[in-house]
């Protein structure tokens, strides 16, 4: 979402939706799977390559091209320090700063990156969990295990977002998690048909902060669910 934009990845192609008309406007056909606005641009991840577009640019122009040995790009993300981030389907995620290109994680099908206030990066994956990479460079790695409780629910991680209290809540196939970063603690959230203030469905979608704090989570099969982290109740949207 930028000013009055929405940017829709669909399956064929990358929309615009103006939410004063409420209408749709083309902007590119073809295998377009992730996009980023940052700073009057549009950046989109077209098979290997990252294309970009000013907000009074009509035409996408090339911006870089990942190994030809790399079929999507799942992710992009603008650091806030400089720099950019990429997820790919199957090849991990790559770094590109002051020119120089870095594979961060050297495989895997990325599925979000998500930068804190503190300014590490936090990489969900299909299948190998979840990664967190420190602004020195330095790298945690979170992955299911079933002997221990306070490990993730699935290794399959959707989407990350911060509370304001520095926590990481974590969506992922099979439930919601948060992250404690100061005591290393990880608390589950996952459906209660018999809890009305429970989340209404297990597999998370997506996560959105709001302005009071509240985190918002999109569920696959549950709709739209608001948490109050000072209650620790959900309330539900469907």
Known sequence: VYKRQVYVVCTEGVAELDLQSMH????????????CHHEGVLYIGYRNHVLRKGDAEDVFSPFLSLPDDVTEISAITMASGGGIWLGTAG????????????????????????EDSEGSMWIGSWED????ISPEGGTSVFRHDDADMDSITSNFVRCCCEDGSGRIWVGT???????????????????????????SHSSIWCLRRDRQGNIWAGTYFGGVNCFNPEYSVFTRYV
Do not use: P, Q, W
């Not at 020119?99 to 961060?104: E, N, R």
């Open 91 to 114: 090849n991990g995620a790559y770094m590109l700063d002051d020119g120089s290109m870095l594979h961060i994680v050297a495989e895997g099908n990325i599925t979000n990156i998500y």
């Open 129 to 132: 969990g979840l990664y967190c």
């Open 24 to 35: 749709f406007r083309t902007l590119m056909t073809g295998e377009v799977k992730s996009v």
């Open 173 to 199: 196939f099979t439930g919601l998690d948060c992250i404690d970063r100061r005591t290393g603690r990880i608390s589950h959230y996952a459906a209660d048909n018999s809890r009305d203030d429970s989340l």
